[in-house]
């Protein structure tokens, strides 16, 4: 599996195969998220074929796609969604999982999360998120 643990409920990962889905349930992820908008890329699995393979195994499918153009409130509002209502641990997945682990630290400080321990937890799972901690610290109240 690829993915990169970012805090204990919460990894991101380079994008997946639907032949990938069985061996993230067996690792115990409850909810799978795909960040990637189909057609990004020449080859790249379809989502639609990702989540029948996600809901075969029986996972919860999230499907919050992240643009070039960037995030929208809506998109942390999702996010912040599936974090909340998650009966386990989040497996999330774009091109290379930064843009999963950017959502996901935007979800967490407009939830009131610090922007410090988020960047920190993004940098230990090898992702930089230090072009966001602007707007970290804004949706925290911290900024």
């Known amino acids: 599996m690829t993915g990169r643990k970012i805090d204990s409920n919460f990894t991101?990962?380079?994008q997946i195969t639907p032949e990938q889905v069985a061996d993230i349930k067996?690792?115990?992820?409850?909810?799978?998220v795909?960040?990637?908008p189909d057609g990004e890329e020449e080859g790249q699995p379809r989502s639609a074929d990702v989540r029948a393979a996600a809901q075969e195994a029986g996972l919860?499918?999230?499907f919050i796609p992240v643009t070039a153009a960037g995030f929208s409130g809506n998109q942390v509002e999702a996010m912040v969604d599936t974090l909340k209502t998650s009966d386990g641990?989040?497996?999330a997945y774009c091109r290379s999982g930064t843009r999963s682990t950017n959502l996901w630290a935007l979800a967490?400080?407009?939830e009131g999360d610090d922007p410090e321990t988020l960047?920190?937890?993004?940098?230990?799972?090898g992702y930089d998120i230090s072009a966001i901690r602007p707007l970290l610290d804004t949706l925290s109240g911290k900024g």
């Open 108 to 110: 967490r400080a407009s």
């Open 119 to 125: 960047t920190a937890a993004a940098a230990n799972g």
């Open 12 to 14: 991101a990962s380079p």
């Open 26 to 32: 067996a690792a115990g992820f409850t909810t799978l």
């Open 60 to 62: 919860h499918w999230e």
């Open 89 to 91: 641990p989040v497996f």
């Open 34 to 36: 795909c960040n990637r």
